[in-house]
Protein backbone atom coordinates (compact mmCIF):
# COMPACT_ATOMS: atom_id res chain seq x y z
CA UNK A 1 0.00 0.00 0.00
CA UNK A 2 1.26 3.21 -0.95
CA UNK A 3 0.27 6.50 0.11
CA UNK A 4 2.12 8.97 -2.16
CA UNK A 5 3.25 12.46 -0.96
CA UNK A 6 4.45 15.41 -3.02
CA UNK A 7 7.73 13.99 -3.97
CA UNK A 8 6.68 10.61 -4.84
CA UNK A 9 3.57 11.76 -7.07
CA UNK A 10 5.73 13.94 -8.97
CA UNK A 11 8.18 11.32 -9.48
CA UNK A 12 5.38 9.19 -10.79
CA UNK A 13 4.69 11.03 -13.26
CA UNK A 14 7.89 11.48 -14.96
CA UNK A 15 7.67 7.38 -15.48
CA UNK A 16 4.66 7.96 -17.86
CA UNK A 17 4.87 8.71 -21.17
CA UNK A 18 2.51 10.90 -22.40
CA UNK A 19 2.13 12.15 -26.43
CA UNK A 20 1.36 16.06 -25.05
CA UNK A 21 1.53 18.99 -27.62
CA UNK A 22 1.51 22.57 -27.03
CA UNK A 23 2.03 25.57 -29.04
CA UNK A 24 2.10 23.12 -32.19
CA UNK A 25 5.23 21.14 -30.81
CA UNK A 26 5.43 17.51 -28.34
CA UNK A 27 6.62 18.44 -25.36
CA UNK A 28 9.15 16.65 -24.32
CA UNK A 29 9.45 16.77 -20.57
CA UNK A 30 5.42 17.78 -19.08
CA UNK A 31 6.48 17.69 -15.63
CA UNK A 32 8.87 20.66 -15.90
CA UNK A 33 7.11 22.31 -18.84
CA UNK A 34 6.84 25.98 -16.95
CA UNK A 35 3.41 26.08 -17.80
CA UNK A 36 2.41 22.98 -16.87
CA UNK A 37 4.10 22.78 -14.01
CA UNK A 38 1.98 24.99 -11.62
CA UNK A 39 -1.04 22.49 -11.86
CA UNK A 40 1.20 19.83 -11.10
CA UNK A 41 2.18 21.10 -7.81
CA UNK A 42 -1.51 21.63 -7.73
CA UNK A 43 -2.41 18.03 -7.96
CA UNK A 44 0.78 17.36 -5.89
CA UNK A 45 -1.13 19.26 -2.82
CA UNK A 46 -3.65 16.56 -2.70
CA UNK A 47 -0.42 14.23 -1.92
CA UNK A 48 1.04 16.53 0.32
CA UNK A 49 -1.78 17.66 2.62
CA UNK A 50 -2.81 14.30 3.26
CA UNK A 51 0.38 13.69 5.60
CA UNK A 52 0.02 16.77 7.23
CA UNK A 53 -1.74 16.15 10.65
CA UNK A 54 -3.61 19.15 10.59
CA UNK A 55 -5.79 18.38 7.44
CA UNK A 56 -5.93 14.39 7.16
CA UNK A 57 -9.36 14.10 8.61
CA UNK A 58 -10.55 15.37 5.51
CA UNK A 59 -7.77 13.96 3.26
CA UNK A 60 -7.76 10.37 4.41
CA UNK A 61 -10.72 7.66 4.14
CA UNK A 62 -10.57 4.11 5.07
CA UNK A 63 -11.56 1.83 1.91
CA UNK A 64 -13.90 -0.41 2.33
CA UNK A 65 -12.48 -2.94 0.01
CA UNK A 66 -9.23 -3.31 2.45
CA UNK A 67 -9.86 -0.99 5.53
CA UNK A 68 -6.19 0.55 4.53
CA UNK A 69 -5.96 4.54 4.51
CA UNK A 70 -6.35 5.70 1.93
CA UNK A 71 -6.39 9.24 -0.30
CA UNK A 72 -10.04 10.30 -0.04
CA UNK A 73 -9.82 11.07 -3.88
CA UNK A 74 -9.99 7.56 -4.33
CA UNK A 75 -12.52 6.58 -1.93
CA UNK A 76 -16.27 5.80 -2.67
CA UNK A 77 -18.16 7.28 -0.09
CA UNK A 78 -19.22 4.94 2.72
CA UNK A 79 -22.13 7.70 4.37
CA UNK A 80 -22.99 11.11 4.62
CA UNK A 81 -20.45 12.17 6.27
CA UNK A 82 -17.98 10.64 4.05
CA UNK A 83 -19.60 13.17 1.83
CA UNK A 84 -20.08 16.24 3.85
CA UNK A 85 -15.95 15.56 3.93
CA UNK A 86 -15.55 16.04 0.82
CA UNK A 87 -17.05 18.92 0.18
CA UNK A 88 -14.93 20.17 3.32
CA UNK A 89 -11.85 18.57 1.68
CA UNK A 90 -12.97 20.86 -1.69
CA UNK A 91 -13.05 24.21 0.51
CA UNK A 92 -9.49 22.92 1.93
CA UNK A 93 -7.76 22.69 -1.25
CA UNK A 94 -9.59 25.42 -2.98
CA UNK A 95 -7.77 27.52 -0.09
CA UNK A 96 -5.09 26.24 -0.55
CA UNK A 97 -4.48 26.34 -4.06
CA UNK A 98 -6.45 28.87 -5.14
CA UNK A 99 -7.14 26.73 -8.42
CA UNK A 100 -8.75 24.14 -9.72
CA UNK A 101 -6.74 21.28 -8.33
CA UNK A 102 -8.17 18.90 -10.88
CA UNK A 103 -8.23 15.39 -8.94
CA UNK A 104 -12.20 15.46 -7.92
CA UNK A 105 -13.01 14.40 -11.65
CA UNK A 106 -11.79 11.10 -10.80
CA UNK A 107 -13.31 10.65 -7.78
CA UNK A 108 -16.61 11.85 -9.40
CA UNK A 109 -16.11 9.07 -12.17
CA UNK A 110 -15.20 6.54 -9.85
CA UNK A 111 -18.23 6.94 -7.32
CA UNK A 112 -20.47 6.91 -10.04
CA UNK A 113 -19.17 3.91 -11.93
CA UNK A 114 -19.42 2.35 -8.42
CA UNK A 115 -23.36 2.50 -8.58
CA UNK A 116 -23.92 2.36 -12.20
CA UNK A 117 -21.87 -0.63 -12.54
CA UNK A 118 -23.46 -2.41 -9.93
CA UNK A 119 -26.95 -1.77 -11.56
CA UNK A 120 -25.88 -2.35 -14.83
CA UNK A 121 -25.23 -5.89 -13.72
CA UNK A 122 -28.43 -6.42 -11.57
CA UNK A 123 -30.53 -5.95 -15.34
CA UNK A 124 -28.08 -7.55 -17.25
CA UNK A 125 -26.58 -10.32 -14.63
CA UNK A 126 -23.31 -8.62 -16.38
CA UNK A 127 -20.15 -8.28 -14.18
CA UNK A 128 -19.02 -5.11 -14.75
CA UNK A 129 -19.17 -4.39 -10.65
CA UNK A 130 -16.77 -7.23 -10.14
CA UNK A 131 -14.29 -5.20 -12.66
CA UNK A 132 -14.52 -2.30 -11.67
CA UNK A 133 -14.24 -3.09 -8.19
CA UNK A 134 -10.96 -5.12 -8.96
CA UNK A 135 -9.97 -1.37 -10.70
CA UNK A 136 -10.84 0.42 -8.31
CA UNK A 137 -8.41 -1.56 -5.52
CA UNK A 138 -5.39 -0.76 -8.05
CA UNK A 139 -6.13 2.73 -7.85
CA UNK A 140 -6.39 2.93 -4.07
CA UNK A 141 -3.47 0.88 -4.04
CA UNK A 142 -1.42 2.49 -5.89
CA UNK A 143 -2.93 6.09 -4.52
CA UNK A 144 -3.54 7.23 -8.52
CA UNK A 145 -4.98 10.28 -9.76
CA UNK A 146 -7.27 9.32 -12.52
CA UNK A 147 -9.23 11.97 -14.95
CA UNK A 148 -12.40 11.54 -15.40
CA UNK A 149 -13.40 11.81 -18.99
CA UNK A 150 -16.93 12.90 -19.92
CA UNK A 151 -17.33 15.92 -22.21
CA UNK A 152 -17.36 15.13 -26.20
CA UNK A 153 -16.80 17.33 -28.20
CA UNK A 154 -20.71 16.46 -29.04
CA UNK A 155 -20.26 18.09 -33.28
CA UNK A 156 -23.87 19.16 -34.27
CA UNK A 157 -25.97 19.81 -30.78
CA UNK A 158 -29.36 19.06 -32.87
CA UNK A 159 -27.96 15.91 -33.61
CA UNK A 160 -27.84 12.29 -31.56
CA UNK A 161 -24.13 10.62 -31.65
CA UNK A 162 -25.30 8.09 -34.89
CA UNK A 163 -26.73 11.28 -37.22
CA UNK A 164 -23.75 13.28 -36.53
CA UNK A 165 -21.80 14.46 -40.36
CA UNK A 166 -18.53 12.65 -38.23
CA UNK A 167 -19.05 9.65 -36.25
CA UNK A 168 -16.18 10.48 -34.29
CA UNK A 169 -17.88 13.59 -32.90
CA UNK A 170 -19.11 11.10 -29.94
CA UNK A 171 -16.85 8.64 -28.33
CA UNK A 172 -17.36 5.22 -30.16
CA UNK A 173 -16.43 1.53 -30.52
CA UNK A 174 -14.87 1.20 -33.60
CA UNK A 175 -13.84 -2.76 -33.18
CA UNK A 176 -14.29 -5.54 -31.14
CA UNK A 177 -12.12 -8.08 -30.34
CA UNK A 178 -12.31 -10.89 -27.84
CA UNK A 179 -9.91 -9.45 -25.68
CA UNK A 180 -11.21 -5.70 -25.94
CA UNK A 181 -12.51 -2.92 -28.06
CA UNK A 182 -10.78 -0.79 -29.92
CA UNK A 183 -11.84 3.28 -29.38
CA UNK A 184 -11.96 6.17 -31.27
CA UNK A 185 -12.82 9.83 -30.22
CA UNK A 186 -12.05 12.92 -27.99
CA UNK A 187 -12.48 14.12 -24.54
CA UNK A 188 -12.70 18.13 -24.58
CA UNK A 189 -12.12 20.53 -21.62
CA UNK A 190 -10.10 17.42 -19.67
CA UNK A 191 -8.92 19.28 -16.34
CA UNK A 192 -5.95 17.79 -15.07
CA UNK A 193 -5.29 15.48 -18.10
CA UNK A 194 -1.81 15.34 -17.96
CA UNK A 195 -1.31 15.48 -14.59
CA UNK A 196 -2.92 12.06 -14.22
CA UNK A 197 -2.33 8.42 -13.92
CA UNK A 198 -5.38 6.55 -15.28
CA UNK A 199 -8.43 8.02 -17.46
CA UNK A 200 -11.52 6.84 -16.72
CA UNK A 201 -13.98 7.99 -19.70
CA UNK A 202 -17.94 7.70 -19.64
CA UNK A 203 -20.72 8.84 -22.04
CA UNK A 204 -21.52 12.37 -22.39
CA UNK A 205 -25.51 12.45 -22.92
CA UNK A 206 -28.50 9.55 -22.13
CA UNK A 207 -28.38 7.61 -25.66
CA UNK A 208 -30.79 5.66 -27.51
CA UNK A 209 -30.49 1.65 -28.87
CA UNK A 210 -29.21 3.29 -32.36
CA UNK A 211 -26.15 4.93 -30.08
CA UNK A 212 -24.96 1.62 -28.12
CA UNK A 213 -21.57 1.72 -29.63
CA UNK A 214 -21.10 5.19 -27.77
CA UNK A 215 -22.12 3.76 -25.26
CA UNK A 216 -19.29 3.19 -23.14
CA UNK A 217 -17.22 3.57 -20.06
CA UNK A 218 -13.40 2.47 -19.25
CA UNK A 219 -10.34 3.11 -18.02
CA UNK A 220 -6.91 3.48 -19.27
CA UNK A 221 -3.12 3.90 -18.17
CA UNK A 222 -3.00 7.87 -19.35
CA UNK A 223 -0.20 7.27 -21.61
CA UNK A 224 -2.05 3.92 -23.79
CA UNK A 225 -0.76 3.61 -27.04
CA UNK A 226 -2.97 6.16 -29.13
CA UNK A 227 -3.97 8.95 -26.35
CA UNK A 228 -2.87 12.15 -27.18
CA UNK A 229 -3.15 15.57 -25.14
CA UNK A 230 -3.50 18.84 -26.73
CA UNK A 231 -2.82 21.50 -24.35
CA UNK A 232 -6.11 24.34 -23.72
CA UNK A 233 -4.16 28.02 -23.81
CA UNK A 234 -5.44 30.29 -20.54
CA UNK A 235 -5.72 33.63 -20.76
CA UNK A 236 -2.14 35.29 -19.60
CA UNK A 237 -0.40 31.57 -19.68
CA UNK A 238 2.82 32.44 -21.30
CA UNK A 239 3.59 35.23 -18.07
CA UNK A 240 4.60 31.95 -16.44
CA UNK A 241 7.47 31.94 -19.29
CA UNK A 242 8.97 35.51 -17.99
CA UNK A 243 11.55 36.41 -15.54
CA UNK A 244 10.08 37.04 -11.98
CA UNK A 245 6.68 35.36 -10.32
CA UNK A 246 4.85 38.91 -9.69
CA UNK A 247 2.75 39.19 -13.19
CA UNK A 248 1.85 35.37 -12.37
CA UNK A 249 -0.74 36.48 -9.40
CA UNK A 250 -0.43 33.02 -8.12
CA UNK A 251 3.11 32.22 -7.92
CA UNK A 252 2.48 28.87 -6.67
CA UNK A 253 -0.08 26.73 -7.97
CA UNK A 254 -2.33 26.54 -11.46
CA UNK A 255 -4.67 24.81 -13.57
CA UNK A 256 -5.11 23.04 -17.06
CA UNK A 257 -7.70 21.70 -19.79
CA UNK A 258 -6.78 19.53 -22.53
CA UNK A 259 -8.43 17.98 -25.70
CA UNK A 260 -7.84 14.55 -25.65
CA UNK A 261 -7.72 12.84 -28.54
CA UNK A 262 -8.24 8.63 -28.27
CA UNK A 263 -6.59 7.68 -32.18
CA UNK A 264 -7.84 3.99 -31.84
CA UNK A 265 -6.76 2.71 -28.77
CA UNK A 266 -6.97 -0.77 -27.42
CA UNK A 267 -8.95 -1.60 -24.33
CA UNK A 268 -9.03 -4.66 -22.69
CA UNK A 269 -11.79 -6.31 -21.31
CA UNK A 270 -11.05 -5.91 -18.16
CA UNK A 271 -10.85 -2.27 -18.36
CA UNK A 272 -14.56 -1.75 -19.92
CA UNK A 273 -17.05 -0.87 -17.62
CA UNK A 274 -20.06 -0.34 -20.28
CA UNK A 275 -20.72 -1.89 -23.41
CA UNK A 276 -23.80 -1.01 -25.25
CA UNK A 277 -25.90 -0.97 -22.17
CA UNK A 278 -27.62 2.55 -23.59
CA UNK A 279 -30.22 2.95 -21.07
CA UNK A 280 -28.06 3.37 -18.74
CA UNK A 281 -25.92 6.12 -20.44
CA UNK A 282 -28.13 8.67 -19.06
CA UNK A 283 -27.98 7.22 -15.30
CA UNK A 284 -23.98 7.25 -15.40
CA UNK A 285 -23.62 10.72 -16.47
CA UNK A 286 -26.54 11.76 -13.84
CA UNK A 287 -24.14 10.01 -10.82
CA UNK A 288 -21.11 11.54 -12.46
CA UNK A 289 -22.70 15.17 -12.72
CA UNK A 290 -24.37 15.14 -9.18
CA UNK A 291 -21.14 14.30 -7.67
CA UNK A 292 -19.21 16.36 -9.82
CA UNK A 293 -22.04 19.73 -9.03
CA UNK A 294 -20.85 19.22 -5.63
CA UNK A 295 -17.37 19.62 -6.63
CA UNK A 296 -17.67 22.73 -6.94
CA UNK A 297 -17.43 23.26 -2.84
CA UNK A 298 -13.92 23.94 -4.58
CA UNK A 299 -14.80 27.46 -5.49
CA UNK A 300 -15.41 28.25 -2.04
CA UNK A 301 -12.03 27.71 -1.41
CA UNK A 302 -11.06 29.48 -4.36
CA UNK A 303 -13.40 32.72 -2.77
CA UNK A 304 -11.80 32.60 0.58
CA UNK A 305 -8.87 33.51 -1.36
CA UNK A 306 -10.07 36.05 -3.53
CA UNK A 307 -12.34 37.78 -0.31
CA UNK A 308 -9.23 37.67 1.53
CA UNK A 309 -7.28 39.43 -1.48
CA UNK A 310 -9.97 42.06 -1.92
CA UNK A 311 -9.66 42.63 2.08
CA UNK A 312 -6.22 43.05 1.42
CA UNK A 313 -5.93 45.33 -1.52
CA UNK A 314 -8.33 48.04 0.22
CA UNK A 315 -5.73 47.69 3.05
CA UNK A 316 -2.87 48.12 0.92
CA UNK A 317 -5.05 51.28 -0.60
CA UNK A 318 -5.80 52.57 2.89
CA UNK A 319 -9.86 51.86 2.11
CA UNK A 320 -10.09 49.15 4.54
CA UNK A 321 -12.46 51.65 6.44
CA UNK A 322 -14.76 52.99 4.18
CA UNK A 323 -18.50 51.77 4.78
CA UNK A 324 -18.83 50.67 1.42
CA UNK A 325 -15.86 48.08 1.16
CA UNK A 326 -16.91 47.01 4.45
CA UNK A 327 -20.50 46.03 2.68
CA UNK A 328 -18.80 44.59 -0.97
CA UNK A 329 -16.99 42.31 1.66
CA UNK A 330 -19.67 41.16 3.57
CA UNK A 331 -21.62 40.54 0.33
CA UNK A 332 -18.91 38.53 -0.83
CA UNK A 333 -18.91 36.20 2.13
CA UNK A 334 -22.44 36.27 2.08
CA UNK A 335 -22.33 34.58 -1.55
CA UNK A 336 -19.68 32.49 -0.60
CA UNK A 337 -20.70 31.32 2.89
CA UNK A 338 -24.29 30.24 0.84
CA UNK A 339 -22.20 28.32 -1.68
CA UNK A 340 -20.90 26.34 1.00
CA UNK A 341 -24.49 25.93 2.39
CA UNK A 342 -25.50 24.49 -0.92
CA UNK A 343 -22.99 22.13 -0.95
CA UNK A 344 -22.91 20.68 2.80
CA UNK A 345 -26.46 20.68 2.17
CA UNK A 346 -26.60 18.50 -0.92
CA UNK A 347 -24.05 16.23 0.83
CA UNK A 348 -25.84 15.82 4.53
CA UNK A 349 -28.89 15.13 2.50
CA UNK A 350 -27.50 12.57 0.48
CA UNK A 351 -28.27 8.91 1.02
CA UNK A 352 -27.10 5.02 0.53
CA UNK A 353 -27.53 3.19 -3.34
CA UNK A 354 -27.83 -0.56 -3.45
CA UNK A 355 -24.39 -0.61 -4.76
CA UNK A 356 -23.84 0.87 -0.99
CA UNK A 357 -22.28 3.75 -2.20
CA UNK A 358 -23.58 7.15 -0.57
CA UNK A 359 -24.42 9.59 -3.43
CA UNK A 360 -25.36 13.18 -2.46
CA UNK A 361 -28.95 14.55 -3.02
CA UNK A 362 -29.47 15.05 -6.76
CA UNK A 363 -31.84 18.19 -5.94
CA UNK A 364 -29.69 20.36 -4.13
CA UNK A 365 -26.18 18.86 -5.93
CA UNK A 366 -28.08 20.94 -8.67
CA UNK A 367 -29.28 23.88 -6.78
CA UNK A 368 -25.83 24.30 -5.31
CA UNK A 369 -23.95 24.03 -9.28
CA UNK A 370 -26.75 26.49 -10.45
CA UNK A 371 -25.72 28.88 -7.68
CA UNK A 372 -21.91 28.52 -8.29
CA UNK A 373 -22.44 29.98 -12.00
CA UNK A 374 -23.45 32.84 -10.72
CA UNK A 375 -22.06 33.91 -7.28
CA UNK A 376 -18.20 33.79 -8.48
CA UNK A 377 -18.92 36.08 -11.05
CA UNK A 378 -20.88 38.72 -8.48
CA UNK A 379 -17.92 38.43 -6.03
CA UNK A 380 -15.06 38.75 -9.01
CA UNK A 381 -16.66 41.62 -9.86
CA UNK A 382 -17.18 42.85 -6.37
CA UNK A 383 -13.04 42.15 -5.85
CA UNK A 384 -12.61 44.39 -8.97
CA UNK A 385 -14.17 47.16 -7.96
CA UNK A 386 -12.56 47.16 -4.85
CA UNK A 387 -9.04 46.68 -6.01
CA UNK A 388 -9.45 49.48 -8.63
CA UNK A 389 -8.55 49.97 -12.34
CA UNK A 390 -4.32 49.41 -11.32
CA UNK A 391 -5.40 46.20 -11.50
CA UNK A 392 -5.19 46.09 -14.83
CA UNK A 393 -3.32 48.97 -15.95
CA UNK A 394 -0.48 47.76 -13.71
CA UNK A 395 3.10 47.57 -15.88
CA UNK A 396 5.31 44.56 -15.22
CA UNK A 397 7.54 43.05 -13.44
CA UNK A 398 10.09 43.81 -15.54
CA UNK A 399 9.24 47.80 -15.46
CA UNK A 400 9.19 47.13 -11.77
CA UNK A 401 12.60 45.90 -11.11
CA UNK A 402 14.07 48.42 -14.19
CA UNK A 403 16.77 50.61 -13.38
CA UNK A 404 15.11 52.96 -16.04
CA UNK A 405 11.63 53.45 -14.31
CA UNK A 406 11.46 51.29 -11.77
CA UNK A 407 11.94 53.82 -9.04
CA UNK A 408 9.06 55.85 -11.26
CA UNK A 409 6.46 53.11 -10.28
CA UNK A 410 7.51 52.97 -6.77
CA UNK A 411 7.33 56.42 -6.36
CA UNK A 412 3.48 56.67 -8.34
CA UNK A 413 1.99 53.24 -7.49
CA UNK A 414 2.64 54.02 -3.62
CA UNK A 415 -0.21 54.09 -1.41
CA UNK A 416 -0.30 53.27 2.33
CA UNK A 417 2.69 54.39 3.23
CA UNK A 418 3.16 51.20 5.94
CA UNK A 419 2.63 48.66 2.57
CA UNK A 420 5.63 48.53 0.08
CA UNK A 421 4.49 48.87 -3.02
CA UNK A 422 5.73 45.69 -4.12
CA UNK A 423 3.10 43.69 -2.09
CA UNK A 424 0.45 46.52 -3.21
CA UNK A 425 1.09 45.66 -6.95
CA UNK A 426 1.20 41.53 -5.85
CA UNK A 427 -1.83 41.32 -3.93
CA UNK A 428 -3.29 43.60 -7.44
CA UNK A 429 -1.81 40.78 -9.90
CA UNK A 430 -3.58 37.90 -7.78
CA UNK A 431 -7.14 39.45 -7.92
CA UNK A 432 -6.17 39.71 -11.80
CA UNK A 433 -5.09 36.05 -12.00
CA UNK A 434 -8.40 35.02 -10.19
CA UNK A 435 -10.84 37.32 -12.18
CA UNK A 436 -9.30 37.27 -15.57
CA UNK A 437 -5.86 35.90 -15.80
CA UNK A 438 -5.01 31.75 -16.06
CA UNK A 439 -7.21 31.30 -12.62
CA UNK A 440 -10.40 32.59 -14.12
CA UNK A 441 -10.74 29.57 -16.04
CA UNK A 442 -11.18 27.70 -12.94
CA UNK A 443 -12.83 30.41 -10.61
CA UNK A 444 -15.42 31.98 -13.01
CA UNK A 445 -15.85 30.15 -16.63
CA UNK A 446 -15.64 26.35 -15.22
CA UNK A 447 -17.83 27.38 -12.79
CA UNK A 448 -20.56 28.28 -15.53
CA UNK A 449 -19.57 25.29 -17.92
CA UNK A 450 -17.75 22.66 -15.67
CA UNK A 451 -19.94 19.60 -14.52
CA UNK A 452 -22.34 21.15 -17.02
CA UNK A 453 -23.75 24.89 -18.48
CA UNK A 454 -26.22 26.38 -16.32
CA UNK A 455 -29.33 25.14 -18.52
CA UNK A 456 -28.32 21.44 -17.55
CA UNK A 457 -28.84 22.06 -14.04
CA UNK A 458 -32.28 23.69 -14.62
CA UNK A 459 -33.51 20.76 -16.24
CA UNK A 460 -32.85 18.50 -13.35
CA UNK A 461 -34.06 21.15 -10.66
CA UNK A 462 -37.22 20.99 -12.88
CA UNK A 463 -37.22 17.20 -12.70
CA UNK A 464 -36.39 16.76 -9.44
CA UNK A 465 -38.31 19.52 -7.39
CA UNK A 466 -42.17 18.07 -6.88
CA UNK A 467 -44.14 20.61 -8.39
CA UNK A 468 -47.42 17.98 -7.72
CA UNK A 469 -46.84 18.17 -3.79
CA UNK A 470 -46.56 21.41 -3.42
CA UNK A 471 -49.30 22.54 -5.48
CA UNK A 472 -51.13 19.92 -3.77
CA UNK A 473 -50.14 21.72 -0.56
CA UNK A 474 -51.23 25.06 -1.78
CA UNK A 475 -54.44 23.95 -2.68
CA UNK A 476 -55.15 21.70 0.54
CA UNK A 477 -54.20 25.67 2.32
CA UNK A 478 -56.61 27.61 0.17
CA UNK A 479 -59.45 25.26 1.32
CA UNK A 480 -60.14 23.85 -2.64
CA UNK A 481 -61.66 20.24 -2.35
CA UNK A 482 -60.01 17.95 -4.62
CA UNK B 1 13.80 14.17 27.83
CA UNK B 2 12.27 13.16 31.40
CA UNK B 3 10.76 10.08 32.23
CA UNK B 4 7.52 12.04 33.65
CA UNK B 5 6.94 13.44 29.88
CA UNK B 6 3.59 12.52 29.47
CA UNK B 7 2.32 11.66 25.62
CA UNK B 8 -0.60 13.69 24.16
CA UNK B 9 -1.82 11.99 21.26
CA UNK B 10 -3.53 15.41 19.01
CA UNK B 11 -6.04 14.55 16.35
CA UNK B 12 -7.14 17.65 13.81
CA UNK B 13 -10.22 18.51 12.39
CA UNK B 14 -9.53 18.74 8.71
CA UNK B 15 -9.60 22.81 8.36
CA UNK B 16 -11.41 22.98 5.77
CA UNK B 17 -12.26 26.34 7.58
CA UNK B 18 -10.18 27.04 10.41
CA UNK B 19 -10.96 30.14 12.52
CA UNK B 20 -7.95 30.24 13.85
CA UNK B 21 -4.28 28.83 13.57
CA UNK B 22 -4.57 25.24 15.21
CA UNK B 23 -1.08 24.26 14.33
CA UNK B 24 0.12 27.08 15.97
CA UNK B 25 -2.12 26.60 19.22
CA UNK B 26 -1.02 22.94 20.18
CA UNK B 27 2.77 24.40 19.90
CA UNK B 28 1.42 27.29 22.82
CA UNK B 29 -0.09 24.52 24.80
CA UNK B 30 3.11 22.89 24.52
CA UNK B 31 5.24 25.85 25.43
CA UNK B 32 3.33 26.55 28.45
CA UNK B 33 3.85 22.87 29.60
CA UNK B 34 7.13 22.68 28.37
CA UNK B 35 8.89 19.77 29.80
CA UNK B 36 6.07 18.05 31.02
CA UNK B 37 4.33 17.30 28.01
CA UNK B 38 4.99 16.13 24.45
CA UNK B 39 2.72 15.83 21.09
CA UNK B 40 2.42 13.26 18.95
CA UNK B 41 0.02 13.32 15.49
CA UNK B 42 -2.52 10.44 16.05
CA UNK B 43 -1.09 7.57 14.09
CA UNK B 44 2.37 8.04 14.50
CA UNK B 45 2.75 6.26 17.62
CA UNK B 46 -0.11 4.15 19.45
CA UNK B 47 1.18 4.59 23.13
CA UNK B 48 -0.32 7.81 25.11
CA UNK B 49 -1.46 9.35 28.18
CA UNK B 50 -3.96 11.60 26.71
CA UNK B 51 -5.78 12.52 23.48
CA UNK B 52 -6.12 16.00 22.13
CA UNK B 53 -8.77 17.01 19.87
CA UNK B 54 -8.47 20.35 18.19
CA UNK B 55 -11.04 21.36 16.09
CA UNK B 56 -10.65 24.45 14.32
CA UNK B 57 -14.44 25.53 14.80
CA UNK B 58 -17.27 24.68 17.08
CA UNK B 59 -19.01 21.97 14.86
CA UNK B 60 -16.50 19.69 15.97
CA UNK B 61 -16.22 17.43 12.99
CA UNK B 62 -12.93 15.10 13.69
CA UNK B 63 -13.17 12.28 13.43
CA UNK B 64 -12.84 10.25 16.61
CA UNK B 65 -13.06 6.73 15.74
CA UNK B 66 -9.49 5.95 15.16
CA UNK B 67 -8.24 7.19 18.31
CA UNK B 68 -6.98 5.04 21.43
CA UNK B 69 -9.29 4.89 24.50
CA UNK B 70 -7.51 8.06 26.50
CA UNK B 71 -8.50 10.52 28.35
CA UNK B 72 -9.38 12.73 26.06
CA UNK B 73 -9.50 16.20 25.81
CA UNK B 74 -10.81 19.10 23.51
CA UNK B 75 -10.47 22.54 21.89
CA UNK B 76 -12.50 24.37 19.36
CA UNK B 77 -11.04 27.99 19.78
CA UNK B 78 -8.29 29.82 21.32
CA UNK B 79 -10.42 31.49 24.10
CA UNK B 80 -11.12 27.70 25.27
CA UNK B 81 -7.04 27.53 25.84
CA UNK B 82 -6.23 28.89 29.31
CA UNK B 83 -8.79 26.06 30.80
CA UNK B 84 -7.26 23.34 28.02
CA UNK B 85 -3.71 24.07 29.95
CA UNK B 86 -5.28 24.12 33.44
CA UNK B 87 -7.10 20.58 32.74
CA UNK B 88 -3.84 19.01 31.30
CA UNK B 89 -1.43 20.75 34.36
CA UNK B 90 -4.47 18.79 36.49
CA UNK B 91 -3.86 15.47 35.14
CA UNK B 92 -0.12 15.77 35.34
CA UNK B 93 -0.90 16.54 38.93
CA UNK B 94 -2.85 13.92 39.18
CA UNK B 95 -6.22 15.76 39.23
CA UNK B 96 -8.47 14.40 36.86
CA UNK B 97 -11.61 17.53 36.66
CA UNK B 98 -12.48 17.97 32.77
CA UNK B 99 -10.82 15.04 31.30
CA UNK B 100 -13.36 14.36 28.58
CA UNK B 101 -14.12 10.82 27.74
CA UNK B 102 -15.61 9.99 24.48
CA UNK B 103 -19.33 9.64 25.10
CA UNK B 104 -18.80 13.45 26.73
CA UNK B 105 -17.05 14.77 23.30
CA UNK B 106 -19.80 13.60 21.69
CA UNK B 107 -22.50 15.12 23.83
CA UNK B 108 -20.46 18.35 23.74
CA UNK B 109 -20.50 18.09 20.18
CA UNK B 110 -24.15 17.83 19.72
CA UNK B 111 -24.60 20.92 22.13
CA UNK B 112 -22.48 23.01 20.49
CA UNK B 113 -24.50 22.43 17.30
Redesign the interface.
Known sequence: MTLMDAAAYEESLRKLNLVVYMFGERVENVVDDPIIRPSMEAVAATYDLLHR???????SAVSHLTGNKINRFCHIHQST?DL??KS??G??LG?HTACCFQRCVGMDALNALSIVTHDIDQKHATSYNRRFLDYLAYVQENDLTCDGAMTDPKGDRGLPPHKQPDPDAFLRVVERRVDGIVIRGAKAHQTGAVNSHEIIVMPTISMREEDADYAISFALPSDADGIVYIMGRQSCDTRKLEEGTMDRGNVSYGGHEALVVFDDVFVPNERIFMLGEYEFAGDLVERFASYHRQSYACKV?VG?VLIGAAATAAEYNGVARASHIKDKLIEMNHLNETL?CGCIACASEGGREPSGTYCVNTLLANVHKQNVTRFPYEIARLAQDIAGGLMVTLPSEADFRSEAVGAWMEKYFKANDDVPTEHRLRILRLIENLTLGTAAVGYLTESMHGAGSPQAQRIMISRYADMAEKQKRARKLAGIDE | MSENVKTII????????PLYD??ELVRRVEEALSNSVRFT???EEKEGDAVLV?SGCHVR???TTDLPLLPMFSISSPEELPGLIERIRGMLEGRTPGVMHREDYKIDKNRRK
Open positions: PEHEDLMDVKKMRLRGDF | VKYCGGCNRVPVGVCAG
